[in-house]
Every structure is written in structure tokens, then in C-alpha cells.
């Protein structure tokens, strides 16, 4: 699942994405084969850390796991 991380809180990318020009035809960032395409990878400080992207507009993407309900 991939979440956009701001200072204060982490939005669902369905809140922004479906205003950016970068977004697919569905709204949704670019994600293709566990990569983001409409950004870049930022560098992991431990491997137990979500993986963590900045997108073209300046976001920063996370990637993490949904916990069991």
C-alpha cells in the first residue's frame, strides 16, 4: 500500500494523487513492478524501514504494509 507522508500526518494517495498530471488514468501514482515511476527512491536508513520515494511534485511516497484487521 502506498501512503504520502507529510510532517504532521499520512494521507491515503487517493487524497492527493488524483490532482497531479503524473497520477495513471485512475488517479494513482505510477507504479510499476515494486518501483515508483513518477518519482525517485530515497535512500533507506535501516532495511526495517518503509521504503520511501519523493514523487515529481515533492512528496514524500511510502510504501508499507496493511496490518491484518
Excluded at 13 to 41: D, E, I, M
Aim: hydrophobic share 35%.
Amino acid at each position: 500500500m502506498l501512503v504520502i507522508l507529510t510532517r504532521d500526518n499520512i494521507l491515503s494517495v487517493n487524497q492527493v494523487c488524483p490532482g497531479c498530471l503524473l497520477a495513471n488514468q485512475k488517479g494513482t501514482p505510477r507504479w510499476h513492478h515494486g518501483q515508483l515511476s513518477c518519482g525517485h527512491s530515497l535512500d533507506q536508513v535501516d532495511t526495517r524501514q518503509a521504503k520511501v520515494y519523493e514523487c515529481e511534485m515533492g512528496f514524500q511516497v511510502a510504501e508499507v504494509e496493511g496490518q491484518p484487521a
